[in-house]
Nanobody
Framework: QVELVESGGGLVQAGDSLRLSCAAS????????MGWFRQAPGKERELVAA????????YYTDSVKGRFTISKDNAKNTVYLQMNSLKPADTAVYYC??????????????????????WGQGTQVTVSS
């Protein structure tokens, strides 16, 4: 049984930092590309960052480039999202997602939520001004 468990969310002030973690179990983590999505109230879920199964290639949505960093530790079965210089616009529920990509290119970063096979329950991030 595959499980993704996010942690690290919370209430912070604008300009602060948070590091989200997503611990995976029940899968061969090195086979999986990972993504962090977020959904704010009244808005659609959007991809924030993605990392290839190899960990070599990353993707960021424009609004977080230079502020967020995604990383993948295959030894710990964990993907991280380091979020710096947080803004109120970053307030959302953050979800991690996993895509089995063992048959595909090791550098591929999935962009669509429909590509992902498994999802976590989400962690709330609230940034006050």
């Amino acid at each position: 049984q595959v499980e993704l468990v996010e942690s690290g969310g919370g209430l912070v002030q604008a300009g602060d930092s948070l590091r989200l973690s997503c611990a995976a179990s029940g899968l061969i983590f090195s086979f999986y590309a990972m993504g962090w999505f977020r959904q704010a109230p009244g808005k659609e879920r959007e991809l924030v960052a993605a990392i290839a199964r190899s960990g070599i290639t990353t993707y960021y949505t424009d609004s977080v480039k230079g502020r967020f960093t995604i990383s993948k530790d295959n030894a710990k079965n964990t993907v991280y999202l380091q979020m710096n210089s947080l803004k109120p616009a970053d307030t959302a529920v953050y979800y991690c997602a996993a895509k089995n990509h063992i048959t595909g290119a090791s550098y591929y970063t999935p962009r669509s939520e429909y590509e992902y096979d498994y999802w976590g329950q989400g962690t709330q991030v609230t940034v006050s001004s």
